[in-house]
């Protein structure tokens, strides 16, 4: 069983308000603020991510190509790699590039 990061959750200062919960725009009267709708009025947004924890494994993975097939022959000019090289860290040769 592969180990997976854990869903971590923190307050940023919300961008579209600075994170004053208050938005204004030249179509308000001075001194007038209109709550944000990003956050809500709460000046925050959570950030919901997860931790990297190392590269997971797939398991309908023969072969890695550096990009697209696109047309049959490019089977012969562009060589892959075994996807357990490619998960040992190799990476196909682009020779487009
Ligand atoms: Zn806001």
């Given amino acids: 069983m592969e180990k ?21 725009s030249f179509l308000e009267e001075n001194g007038v603020g209109i709550v944000c709708r990003d956050c809500n009025g709460d000046g925050k947004n959570i950030l919901e991510y997860v931790p990297f924890t190392g590269r997971r494994r797939r398991s309908d993975i023969d072969v890695v190509y550096a990009e697209r097939l696109i047309l049959f ?19 196909p040769i682009n020779h487009h590039q």
């Fill in 73 to 91: 022959s490019d089977r012969e000019n562009l060589h892959p790699i075994s996807y357990d090289a490619f998960f040992n860290g190799e990476k």
């Fill in 4 to 24: 997976k990061g854990s869903l971590v959750k923190i307050e940023t200062i919300c961008r579209s308000c600075s994170g004053t919960g208050i938005f204004r």
